[in-house]
């Protein structure tokens, strides 16, 4: 069992980073394998809609030179996929909406390579936006088909400079709560065999 995670934020190891590091650890702590990429730093370059995907059906996405199809595959390989971000203008930052619609495209044009598997969005802000974000991270997990755990409140930790969810004890809390929440879930999702 896997579960792989996104950090879009630009600032490595910052607020998003660790909300998503304590969803982390508690699903380490369940047996569940886990795996943190961060994308700060990283160019992504958004689809170009030229469609090849849904001629060639070889799961990749024709834009070649960034890591996008390697994340393709860690998607794939994954039981469970946590996509964080950080509210920039109240929306998720240009780095992961370009992962979700190249990697979202590619998964619909191979017969929806995600279904099934779980989703969980993490959202980091600090004050408004949130919801937004977090509700745009999710309409990626639906159309996917795929299933999304809740928690005891939104997925969503307040804070500006880097380590000030930290002082967000519900929001900490809420990540707990998701992590244990997914680790019921895939758990339960591995004992009978997927059907696609
Ligand atoms: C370009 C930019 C835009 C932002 N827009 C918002 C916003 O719309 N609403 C808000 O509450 N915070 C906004 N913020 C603050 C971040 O969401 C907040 O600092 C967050 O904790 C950063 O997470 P990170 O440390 O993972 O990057 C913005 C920050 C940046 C850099």
């Known amino acids: 069992m896997k579960v792989i995670a996104f950090n879009g934020s630009s600032r490595k190891d910052g607020n998003t980073a660790i909300l998503i590091k304590r969803v982390l650890q508690v699903l380490e702590a369940e047996g569940i394998q886990t795996e ?4 700060a730093g990283e160019q992504i370059r958004g689809c170009n809609a030229c469609r090849t995907c849904y001629t060639t059906k070889n799961k990749r996405c024709v834009i070649e030179d960034d890591n996008v199809n390697a994340y393709v595959q860690k998607m794939i390989e994954a039981d469970g996929i946590i ?17 979700i619609d190249r990697t979202g495209y590619v998964a619909r044009a ?3 390579l995600f279904k099934r598997k779980v989703g969980a969005a993490v959202v980091a802000v600090r004050r408004a936006g949130g919801i937004p974000t977090f509700d745009a991270i999710n309409h990626f997990f639906l159309i996917s088909q795929m299933i999304v ?7 969503v930790g307040f ?22 929440n997914m680790a019921w879930l895939i758990k339960k999702l591995k004992t009978k065999k997927r059907k696609t």
């Open 36 to 39: 943190l990429v961060q994308l």
């Open 83 to 99: 996509l964080g971000s950080p509210v920039y203008f109240s929306m998720m930052t240009p780095e992961l909406m370009a992962l």
């Open 110 to 112: 191979n017969k929806h």
């Open 149 to 155: 755990p809740g928690s005891s409140y939104w997925n």
């Open 159 to 180: 804070g500006l400079k880097k380590g000030d969810v930290e002082s967000d004890e519900e929001g900490m809390k809420t990540m707990d709560d998701l992590g244990k």
